[in-house]
């Protein structure tokens, strides 16, 4: 069984949550009070040793006060952050596969688009593929079109090159044999037109201005990229970011695929927050909703479609 239409599942999506989900998380909830109240009392008391630190030391010169001082700084930084993630991996390994039975064909798994899949079709420039980890991963099928959801970050210990966001695979109901890459030109550098230049892509320029203005083209096949980018298609890419408030988006047609990478710097598909109760619905919405509007996609983009995009 499939979706046929992203709305009609929306009642059984929600009966689901209330129903099968909210009984299974509850059973975390006195854990995550429990979470809670440590992190908070930690942070309480490493905060006063830290606002009390001039004066100790300035009363004392014992090297063990000047350590407690530091591992309080230490402690203070990073308990809530751990404490949190190590609580939401646990609690969402266990209740996402539940929640996914609420949506026919689809299931959560290890993210199903590599680090592979990326350098393959060349969607990120080489700068913004170090460090790549990805984390919440979704396969399934949507009106007869195989679908594939990543979560992505990279480079996160860089202010210039850091990009998270999603990116998702689409089977195409169009057959091309090369590889068309689009980037933004905020985004584009030397190394980025080196990079796609060494796989025997050339710089295409198309018909709509706008587009040329916001997004550079290369394709090993000219001919066959202006076959893919219809104007239609241009013009749904260019208001994407709209859409989906993204910074960046970058898209390859690679191997009967279309890869769509939005860079939204945001933690994406967030659920089982150590701060909100396990039964609180706006989480679960909040999933709904980035679901629904990547399965949009198929119907904005008409990829279901076997004439033009």
């Not at 996402?96 to 689809?106: E, Q, T, V």
């Not at 969607?123 to 991963?137: H, R």
């Amino acid at each position: 069984m499939e979706i046929e239409n992203i709305e009609d599942f929306k009642e059984k999506y929600d009966n689901h949550i209330q129903n099968i989900v909210f009984p299974e998380v509850m059973k975390f909830e006195k854990e995550r009070k429990i979470r809670l109240t440590l992190v908070n009392l930690t942070i309480l008391i490493c905060s006063l040793i830290l606002i009390s630190s001039p004066v100790l030391l300035n009363s004392t010169s014992h090297e063990w006060l000047q350590y407690i001082i530091a591992t309080s700084f230490v402690a203070l930084i990073s308990v809530k952050q751990l404490t949190k993630k190590n609580f939401e991996e646990k609690v969402k390994t266990m209740v996402m596969p539940i929640i996914m039975k609420s949506i026919p064909g689809f299931r959560w798994q290890e993210p199903p688009i590599t680090r592979k899949d990326m350098i393959k079709c060349k969607i990120l420039p080489p700068e913004k593929m170090k460090d790549y980890s990805y984390e919440d991963g979704f396969i399934g099928k949507y009106k007869n079109i195989n679908i594939a959801i990543s979560e992505y970050y990279t480079n996160k210990n860089s202010t210039n090159n850091f990009s998270q966001g999603v990116i998702v695979k689409f089977d195409m109901n169009k057959n091309f044999n090369g590889n068309t890459v689009i980037r933004p030109r905020d985004a584009f550098n030397v190394c980025s037109e080196v990079d796609l230049k060494l796989n025997n892509m050339e710089k295409i320029d198309l018909e709509d201005p706008n587009f040329n203005e916001k997004f550079f083209v290369y394709s090993t096949d000219p001919i066959e990229a202006r076959y893919l980018l219809t104007p239609a298609f241009m013009e749904r890419l260019y208001a994407t970011s709209n859409a989906f408030n993204s910074k960046a988006e970058y898209c390859s047609f690679y191997e009967n695929s279309i890869y769509i990478v939005l860079d939204t710097g945001e933690d994406m598909f967030d659920l089982c927050d150590l701060n909100t109760p396990m039964d609180d619905k706006e989480q679960y919405n909040v999933l709904y909703n980035e679901l629904a509007s990547i399965l949009d996609l198929i119907d904005y983009f008409k990829l279901d479609q076997k004439l033009g995009l």
